[in-house]
């Protein structure tokens, strides 16, 4: 069975940092490409950074040079670095892997960025 926990969301100021967690069970996250997604209230579900299995990765432009995706092959988990945090930034952010023939994802983490 393959499950993805996120953690890491809370309350934080604006220019903040925050890092989120997804460790994943049932699956090896170097043979997926993981993802980071976030909605933000109203809003639908965006997609902002991905790994893909040979380390490369890709973000949305507003998080370019804010956002560090990463992982930990030995914890099976990834990670998102979150600097200089935006109120545009708050949101659920959920953990996304892609399987052969079909995706899991989390339940999600709160991100609340104060202004």
């Known amino acids: 069975q393959v499950q993805l926990v996120e953690s890491g969301g809370d309350l934080v100021q604006a220019g903040g940092s925050l890092r989120l967690s997804c460790a994943v069970s049932?699956?090896?996250?170097?043979?997926?490409?993981m993802g980071w997604f976030r909605q933000a209230p109203g809003k639908q579900r965006e997609f902002v950074a991905n790994?893909?299995?040979?380390?490369?990765?890709n973000y949305v432009d507003s998080v370019k040079g804010r956002f560090t995706i990463s992982r930990d092959n030995a914890r099976n988990t990834v990670y998102l670095q979150m600097d200089r945090l935006e109120p545009e930034d708050t949101g659920v952010y959920y953990c996304?892997?892609?399987?052969?023939?079909?995706?899991?994802w989390g339940q999600g983490t709160q991100v609340t960025v104060s202004s």
């Open positions: 996304k892997a892609d399987g052969f023939n079909r995706n899991w």
């Open positions: 049932g699956i090896t996250v170097t043979r997926h490409t």
């Open positions: 790994i893909i299995a040979d380390g490369g990765s």
